[in-house]
């Protein structure tokens, strides 16, 4: 993981989507990673499972079909 990258996948048009269980974060990594998404303009999303940890949310289904539609839009 790099900020050039990052750079090249904004580029590219890549776009991102993070899960993360609420009792988790913040993640170091994620954190980093997002802030070079912010710094590069690439786009993404994090969703946050409320009252989860690495729990499966109930809504997992809702929240990837989500992620997919970010993802080709």
């Excluded at 900020?3 to 994620?30: D, L, S, Y």
């Excluded at 980093?32 to 009252?51: K, S, W």
């Amino acid at each position: 993981f790099s900020i050039e990258r990052v750079c090249h996948a904004t580029q590219r048009g890549v776009r991102a989507v993070f899960m993360e269980g609420e009792k988790i974060i913040p993640v170091a990594e994620e954190q980093e990673m997002m802030q070079a998404f912010q710094d590069t303009g690439l786009p993404y999303r994090f969703f946050v499972n409320q009252g989860l940890g690495h729990d499966i949310p109930e809504d997992l289904a809702e929240k990837l079909q989500q992620a997919v539609d970010f993802i080709m839009s």
